[in-house]
């Protein structure tokens, strides 16, 4: 039984429900050994804001102490400037740590004295980490790729550093080519530097960029026409850029843009050295012969040559060298904030705004059988499979945010625009799906949920917080951050009485097309091995994806109920390339058995019904034809089985003419209550029982075989709570669809229950699958 407060207001849009025990959500990354992000950056990642990775070997190989530290606070300060958060990677007593502190910061920088600290690219990032839990705790600074791995890791999609590693001259012999290269290949993150090294081999660099499909594009500067890759000190290489990038807007679009296709591999965006601080490409070139030179007589190779080179050009260049590597460093970084500010404004007027990829380390299976269960990484937790169903639920997964206004005195109980309002603001699991499924839970069901989430923070507190509430993650679908995916959220802003006032939804997951999911070898295995009585689906879905979902649902002999969650979205079962509902789809044949719209979700689904000619098919007159009445009813009798006022607004006749589609309708009508709306069999009880007689809207003839008549009726709330009593209205028609749904699958048929504690309603339908 539902506890009462939930009679209240069905009408109210829902996403989010709370039912008893009330569950707390609460946003964290998994806890993880090796990797660590700090609070300032986890938020910024979480909020969309501007985000820029820094990377530590400029500190700890690059720079000596104490400039290194003057340098890591300058080019700090340059991203916040800027509009950004800065987020330096380093690794501390074998952790990973993304956003160091100002004390991690000195502790780091400060080993380019005491030349202790590691120099950690993809390969030492395991070996540095394992012996740190081993116990022996070292200290490291990241290379260009150790750096982005860990940046994805935490979501962080723009990275600013100084240069590239790339092929070394004679790397066609050696061998010698840097990870940053093959780094970029295969992990999204955009990198703004100064070209590589100059003393490097940039054409074969370029080239095998050019294999790892990486996209190089290097900035105009103002400048017209083809321009050239830079050479780290120098702004000219002699060497075309294989892109021209004209500003930061255009670099944040080709993130976008890349992200949302998607493509796995990063980008590098070339920022030519200040033309204050470039030295002559002559002068340079002569330097850097000089330079390799010393360090082919002395034997330097591997990743002791970079270090020796660079100190060698600082020597012959007087320290002009060094001049410029700061200037380019801090022009990149700044640069780098500025396509990242772009960026996070591009996701904000795409209403994209949300969670970003932040997955762990992933374990192995056997390190995670060997991990405590509060411990387990929900993403990649071995789940045990539900081999039974009695309702599967397919439908949206999301993180709520409720801001109920908090008024005082004699304000308004509404908040003011354009302004801040106080406020009390609650966290919990929701989503259409989540809300129906875990109503049905609650009451007894055995229930398979089936959604999509991201690989993603949210996606990780969303499938740990399934499994406290006792629904099975095994059918959530999780889209790694190649595909561009955020787990949904959903934030609603509610008056005094807790009423909605406004609602904003990142729901974008849900909208992707069905090659983008894994539907016939995930979700439909699920739905033959359980054999579930009902399949309910909400309309978050892509309209192609929830046609697919009413096929397989009714392809294993599952009946459907359908949830409209929006008005806008409601249409979806009605549109004509991919429709779920269409005009042969009717009585006997209908593929929708039973549907929970409220009073504007009802509006919009007949007038896409209406608009698509499903409302002027054979099957569709034959039915209102057999019902004995006009496709409109009978005006005096609506008036009499449910208000003057519901017929004025036409609520009864849009049900009635939707009957024939979907052979029951349950409108929900906020304080008025439910109005029942369903198509009778032949032979259905009612139909002759006196207490039904004020509900039989009307009778079809004897002689029909596939109906019965038509059954109408308004059932008033339960109760009307005090206004201090109500806790929330968001997620009470969810909860309902959940309630009505869990009794026909445990076999409740024509149940009518009132009493203090709510009310459920059960029935047959019409045509058992």
């Not at 540095?128 to 490291?140: F, N, Q």
């Not at 900035?219 to 017209?224: I, P, Q, S």
Request: charged share 20%; proline share 6%.
């Amino acid at each position: 039984m539902l506890p009462s407060r939930t009679a209240v207001r069905l009408g109210a849009r829902s996403t989010s429900v709370r039912l008893e025990p009330p569950r707390r959500f609460r946003h964290r990354l998994v806890p993880s050994k090796f990797l660590s992000v700090s609070e300032e950056v986890r938020h910024a990642v979480a909020t969309g804001k501007p985000v820029v990775a820094l990377e530590s070997t400029i500190y700890t190989h690059g720079f000596p102490y104490p400039e290194s530290v003057a340098l890591a606070q300058l080019l700090e300060s340059a991203v916040r400037t800027n509009g950004g958060i800065p987020a330096t990677i380093g690794i501390l007593n074998g952790v990973a740590r993304v956003g160091l502190s100002a004390e991690e910061l000195i502790e780091l920088t400060s080993t380019a004295e005491t030349k202790n600290a590691w120099k950690v690219s993809r390969r030492d990032l395991g070996y540095i980490c394992g012996l740190g839990m081993a116990g022996k705790r070292l200290h490291g600074g990241t290379t260009v790729s150790g750096t982005m791995i860990l940046a994805h890791m935490a979501g962080i999609r723009v990275f600013g550093t100084g240069g590239l590693g790339g092929v070394h001259r004679g790397g066609e012999n050696s061998m010698d080519i840097s990870a940053d290269l093959t780094e970029l290949g295969r992990t999204p993150v955009a990198v703004v530097s100064s070209g590589c090294k100059s003393f490097l081999d940039i054409p074969r660099t370029l080239e095998y960029l050019e294999t790892e499909g990486v996209c190089v594009g290097t900035f105009a500067d103002g400048r017209d026409g083809p321009v050239d890759f830079p050479a780290f000190f120098t702004r000219d290489s002699g060497i075309k850029s294989p892109k021209v990038i004209q500003n930061e807007a255009e670099a944040a679009a080709i993130i976008y843009a890349q992200s949302r296709l998607p493509l796995s591999s990063g980008m590098h965006f070339a920022n030519p050295v200040p033309v204050e601080h470039s030295i002559d490409k002559l002068e340079m070139d002569a330097i850097i012969e000089e330079a390799i030179r010393q360090a082919d007589a002395e034997g330097h190779r591997g990743s002791d040559n970079t270090p020796f080179v660079l100190s060698k050009i600082k020597e012959l260049s007087g320290g002009k060298s060094v001049e410029a590597n700061r200037a380019l460093v801090k022009a990149n970084v700044k640069r780098a904030t500025m396509v990242a500010v772009e960026l996070a404004k591009l996701e904000q007027s795409e209403d994209t705004l949300n969670e970003r990829h932040m997955p762990a380390i992933p374990r192995t299976v056997q390190a995670d059988q060997a991990t405590p269960e509060a411990e387990r990484d929900p993403l990649h937790s071995i789940t045990e499979e539900l081999d039974k169903a009695d309702v599967l639920v397919a439908g949206s997964l999301a993180i709520d945010l409720s801001c109920d206004y908090a008024c005082t005195g004699e304000t308004s109980k509404t908040p003011a625009p354009h302004t801040s309002n106080p406020a009390v603001i609650s966290q919990s699991l929701g989503g259409v799906g989540h809300n129906v499924a875990i109503a049905s839970h609650y009451l007894g069901s055995s229930v398979l949920f089936c959604s999509v989430a991201g690989d993603d923070l949210s996606g990780r507190a969303a499938l740990s917080t399934l499994r406290t509430e006792g629904l099975t993650s095994q059918g959530v679908q999780i889209l790694p951050a190649s595909a561009g995916a955020r787990t949904a959220q959903y934030v609603a802003v509610n008056d005094a009485s807790k009423d909605l006032v406004v609602a904003m939804a990142d729901m974008g997951i849900m909208e992707l097309p069905e090659s983008a999911l894994d539907f016939d070898g995930f979700w439909e295995p699920m739905v033959a091995r359980t054999k579930p009585q009902w399949v309910i689906v909400d309309a978050n879905w892509n309209p192609e994806v929830l046609a697919k979902w009413v096929t397989v649902a009714q392809k294993y002999g599952a009946r459907v109920a359908f949830e409209p969650v929006s008005a806008a979205k409601s249409r979806r079962l009605f549109g004509k390339a991919t429709a779920a509902i269409r005009p042969s789809a009717c009585v006997p044949d209908h593929s929708i058995s039973l549907a929970a719209p409220n009073q504007y979700e009802l509006a919009a689904m007949y007038m896409a019904a209406r608009e698509n000619d499903l409302l002027d098919s054979d099957g569709w007159w034959r039915i209102v034809d057999a019902m004995g009445m006009s496709a409109s009813g009978s005006s005096d009798r609506l008036v009499a089985t449910t208000s003057a006022s519901l017929v004025s607004q036409g609520i009864p006749q849009q049900s009635v003419q939707l009957l024939p589609l979907i052979p029951c309708i349950l409108t929900k009508l906020g304080s008025q209550g439910v109005l029942v709306t369903q198509l009778l069999r032949p032979g259905d009880a009612r139909l002759t029982s006196p207490d039904s007689t004020p509900y039989i809207l009307a009778r079809a003839p004897p002689t029909d075989e596939v109906v019965g008549g038509v059954y109408m009726r308004l059932f008033p709330p339960a109760a009307v709570l005090a206004e201090e009593e109500i806790v929330s209205v968001n997620g009470a028609g969810d909860t309902l669809l959940g309630a009505v749904i869990s009794g026909l699958a445990r076999g409740e048929s024509r149940v009518e229950e009132g009493g203090s504690a709510g009310r459920l309603f059960s029935y047959d339908l019409y045509f058992d699958p």
